[in-house]
């Protein structure tokens, strides 16, 4: 029984390794780790099937353990269950229900690794102050962000609303040597014009109707730290000349008063505008865009950033899960493939809404397609973060580049196991058994354990 069941389960793409007693099964589990254990409940030796589960529990191995045995009763079954066990099974069985057992326990182990792994991921490297992140456009920034968080350069920041530019602001201002400092928001589009002059560089009493007392104005309350004014490009022209006079000269005049004082502050500005189209329109000044433009990071949208949907969707199921204090474990394969398909026209704060309104709803441990608000989101997948450049482009190898991503995030969804990527992929085993050495996809590279498990 024992060789023909590792016969069937090495056929079914899985890797075996056999014990012929509970002695030599723990000797085993010394030295390597699996996935699955299935354990007789009597053998020869002093350790019994119940003896392997207890082991593999108090050892706290991330291993899922199924029992079979000719010698059933309910209260071996209960005890089996209580300890740990996946599931029991009684001799004789069929190979197509050990089979989906199996499955279960893999797809059980691969949804809890997925979401422990993406969360380690979250608060480890592919995170940057509250900023997240594993693609390459985002390494980028996270890398820029570490060469200037630290110094005075003015700093302009873009991209399409919901990319999280004020997210990379704080970033550069809680990374750097200001961070002991103030960090001052500003919507330059959110407050009128007639009290934007007052609000940024201060008045004294008596400047105009309605200054009943001083008001020191948010440049000077960054003094020493950040200023974050975002959507600049609705800052009017006239308050453009004068904000540039500031930057030039770091000094500020509040309204009404003859005295200047002296600043040191570091502006980061943000904008969804493309600022050279409106400088060349005649609605913003190019010289303080250039001063404001030292350095610009541009924030790609989500939808040319796919990688990060999982870490991303894990992050916000995090928070929310907590703030409803719920027992949701993660999402359903189905609802990972809607999500990462989508094209997030809001970006990142869609993201982030369609994460909550999830919680919210979700009756289950998994969060599953119907709990999102486009269950359809799949057919709405295009390749649309491919921009062509002027100078063309190698399309075999842009193609093959495409199709590697796939592979990679297929293999990462099912946790490294080929037979379930396949499935995701709508391919047959032996057809991504044939890509992965097309493709140059080595098990170091994919990060995957080198079997067909």
Do not use: W
């Amino acid at each position: 029984m024992r060789e023909f069941l590792a016969i069937c389960l090495k056929r079914a793409g899985h890797e075996v390794s056999v014990a012929e007693s509970g002695d030599s099964a723990l000797e085993i589990l010394d030295r390597e780790s699996f996935e699955i254990v299935i354990t007789d409940l009597r053998m020869p030796g002093e350790v019994d099937g119940l003896k392997v589960l207890e082991t593999v529990r108090k050892r706290e191995l991330d291993t899922e353990v199924i029992v079979v045995t000719a010698f059933a009763t309910a209260e071996t079954a209960l005890h089996a269950m209580k300890i740990g066990a996946y599931d029991y099974l009684t001799k004789p069985f069929k190979v197509d229900v050990i089979n989906a057992v199996i499955d279960r326990a893999l797809e059980k182990r691969s949804l809890v690794e997925a979401n422990l792994a993406l969360r380690e991921r979250v608060s480890g490297r592919y995170r940057l102050a509250s900023i997240i992140g594993k693609s390459q456009r985002m390494q980028r920034i996270f890398d820029m962000v570490g060469k200037i968080h630290s110094t005075r350069t003015s700093v302009l920041i873009t991209g399409e609303s919901g990319t999280g530019k004020e997210l990379v602001a704080r970033a550069l201002h809680s990374e750097g040597s200001r961070s002991a400092a103030a960090f001052v928001a500003v919507n330059c589009g959110a407050i009128p014009e007639n009290l934007m002059e007052s609000e940024l560089f201060g008045h004294v009493r008596g400047a105009f109707t309605g200054a009943v007392g001083d008001k020191l104005g948010l440049m000077r309350a960054a003094d020493q730290g950040t200023l974050f004014l975002d959507e600049i490009g609705e800052l009017s022209l006239n308050l453009q000349v004068k904000l540039l006079r500031v930057l030039q000269e770091r000094k500020v005049r509040p309204v009404g008063s003859e005295v200047e004082y002296d600043i040191d502050v570091r502006v980061v500005a943000a904008t969804n505008l493309e600022l050279e189209n409106e400088v060349a329109t005649g609605a913003f000044r190019s010289d303080l865009y250039y001063r404001l433009n030292v350095i610009e990071l541009r924030l790609p949208p989500l939808r040319q950033r796919q990688a990060d949907i999982p870490l991303l969707a894990d992050h916000f199921l995090a928070i929310h899960q907590r703030d409803n204090d719920n027992e949701i474990r993660g999402f359903s394969s189905a609802a990972r493939r809607a999500l990462e398909a989508y094209q997030y026209p809001g970006n990142v704060r869609e993201l982030e809404n369609i994460i909550e309104r999830a919680v919210t709803l979700s009756d289950g441990p998994l969060i599953d397609v119907q709990d999102l608000p486009a269950p359809d989101a799949a057919a709405s997948f295009t390749p649309s973060s491919f921009e062509l450049p002027e100078a063309g482009v190698d399309l075999d190898r842009v193609l093959s580049d495409y199709e590697r991503s796939i592979v990679r995030q297929a293999l990462e969804q099912s946790a490294g196991v080929r037979k379930r990527a396949a499935a995701l992929l709508g391919i047959s085993f032996r057809s991504l058994r044939y890509r992965l050495t097309k493709l140059g996809l080595d098990e170091s590279e994919a990060g995957q354990p080198n079997d067909e498990d």
